[in-house]
């Protein structure tokens, strides 16, 4: 089964911290995306990758970066992180066209 | 870009009655997928299709492409069917890159015995 995971489930940071958010994917996907979930707006994409070292804005990239130096790997960042990016974050990945696998999610509480 | 409304946004219903959940999205697509998330977060992809009927188990899932419209249907639906449903359409231009999904707002099913 493919399998991809986030690294924490639950996270708590301060206003202004770093913060990393780790996604795995074992499968070879080429493409890997990063959602965030928010009562009444729904999924919303913040951003993708269609390749290593390749990353695309999505709708609502502001206050976030990613990394992927490597297939498996998709990284999310925020830089400094602000009360209104407290979320549920979503990692997904797919083949080329194909059906996309999600991850368990990771609900970060920003105070 | 694709508007993707989904309806109902709530529904409660007994066990063993069948269940509609509609999509309807505003663009040409090409592919329309049915995801499922549980309390705790974790989203599984039950469909994807772009054209007719797809079965597995007591899911059917149907597209028409020409009226931009799909529907989930549960046969003999039971308490562990209770869940957010999320329709969700790939772009429909197709040329490399990797598009991100837009979703709809989700409809939360509860079944109750």
């Known amino acids: 089964d493919v399998k991809v995971t986030q690294s924490s489930r639950y996270l708590v940071k301060r206003t202004g911290e770093k913060v990393f958010l780790e996604c795995v994917q074992d499968m070879d996907h080429e493409n890997m995306f990063w959602y965030r979930q928010d009562p009444g707006l729904g999924l919303r994409l913040i951003y993708f990758s269609y390749d290593v070292k390749m990353k695309e804005k999505g709708d609502i990239p502001e206050g976030y970066s990613v990394s992927r130096e490597k297939k498996e790997r998709f990284s999310l960042i925020l830089e400094s992180a602000s009360t209104n990016q407290t979320s549920m974050y979503l990692c997904?990945?797919?083949?080329?066209?194909?059906?996309?696998?999600f991850g368990q999610g990771t609900r970060l509480t920003v105070v | 870009k694709n508007e993707v409304e989904q309806s109902p946004q709530n529904l409660t219903a007994q066990e063993g009655e069948f269940i509609t959940i509609n999509c309807s999205y505003s663009v040409g697509i090409s592919a329309l997928h049915w995801l499922q998330q549980h309390p705790g977060g974790g989203i599984v992809s039950l469909f994807m299709?772009?054209?007719g009927k797809k079965k597995h188990g007591r899911l059917i899932a149907t597209i028409n492409i020409q009226e931009k419209h799909s529907s989930l249907h549960i046969t003999a639906s039971h308490p562990r069917d209770s869940a957010v449903y999320i329709c969700a359409v790939s772009p429909g231009y197709s040329g490399g890159g990797a598009d991100g999904l837009t979703f709809g707002k989700g409809t939360h099913l509860i079944i109750q015995p």
């Open positions: 997904a990945s797919s083949p080329g066209g194909g059906k996309a696998f």
């Open positions: 299709l772009s054209s």
